[in-house]
């Protein structure tokens, strides 16, 4: 894939978003602890630690089926911490399992047998980061895809708004070893009045604007989503591109404008519209980058 074919500038230190949470929910058996994580990574686990909050129990209870209440996970180093907290369904009335499904959020097949089947539901947030970002984010999902894996779950990323099955938190080859979009975040495509509008979801993880296009053809779908995936990731290496600059082809390049349409779907999230000079569409641009 093509990455940002413009500036080079020095990359800029990614945060991460308070509420940057995945969600799992998965079957009636749930694996011990110390099967997700322990200290030597043993048997497929995740290296590191983990632990009931909640009092009470022995010494065995890591080696016992996951029961509800709350655990901490942290990396060996202990500059990573985690919250993973698990819920009985049946114990949380206010929450509504998926009746039907969802192809706008990958909730379907197998994603979405799991999500109208399960049992529990297993929340994993974030209480402590390394100031490097990636080797928590990379734990972080080292974690959820075992847990998933395991309890045979689907899992639930809210600011992405997708559904994603274990496999699918770890794409291979990865764009860049420290980091891929396309494992935090997705493309969401809709058709408007005056054509379709393509954006991101899951870069407000990290405190970054969305990216989005409006009023594209039919064929100009595809080469959108790759282009806003390249813009993503771009971003996530930490240099994104900024309101007021140009980007992809130099034949017809976009201009980085802020998002002022579809706010009721974005809410409080801020977002950068790419758009050809002069235009409300991004078709000109669309075309040159695609004929590169």
């Not at 130099?250 to 349409?261: I, M, Q």
Request: negative net charge.
């Amino acid at each position: 894939m093509r990455l940002w074919p413009f500036r080079r500038k020095n990359p800029s230190s990614l945060t991460l978003n308070k509420n940057f949470y995945l969600s799992i929910l998965s079957g009636a058996e749930l694996p011990p602890l110390l099967q997700v994580v322990n200290p030597d990574g043993s048997n497929g686990a995740v290296e590191g630690f983990g632990a009931p909050l909640h009092t009470g129990g022995d010494r065995d209870i890591l080696n016992r089926p996951v029961q509800p209440g709350s655990y901490v996970v942290t990396t060996r180093d202990k500059l990573t911490v985690a919250q993973m907290d698990v819920f009985a369904i049946s114990d949380v009335p206010q929450y509504t399992k998926p009746a039907a499904p969802n192809p706008e959020a990958n909730l379907v097949g197998e994603a979405f047998m799991r999500a109208a089947g399960a049992a529990f539901l297993t929340n994993f947030v974030f209480k402590g980061y390394d100031l490097a970002v990636y080797p928590s984010v990379r734990f972080f999902l080292d974690l959820v895809a075992r847990f998933a894996e395991l309890a045979a779950g689907v899992v639930g990323d809210a600011l992405a708004e997708t559904y994603r099955l274990p496999e699918q938190l770890q794409n291979a080859p990865a764009m860049d070893p420290r980091i891929d979009f396309r494992d935090l975040g997705a493309i969401r495509i809709a058709e408007l009045s005056d054509g379709y509008w393509v954006s991101t979801r899951g870069l407000a993880k990290f405190n970054q604007p969305e990216f989005e296009m409006f009023g594209l053809h039919p064929a100009h779908r595809d080469p959108a989503a790759e282009m806003l995936i390249a813009a993503g990731q771009q971003a996530l290496l930490g240099m994104p591109i900024g309101i007021g600059e140009t980007a992809f082809s130099p034949a017809s390049p976009l201009a980085a404008v802020a998002g002022e349409r579809e706010r009721a779907q974005w809410g409080d999230r801020p977002t950068i519209e790419f758009r050809d000079p002069g235009s409300t569409s991004a078709k000109l641009g669309v075309d040159a980058w695609t004929r590169g």
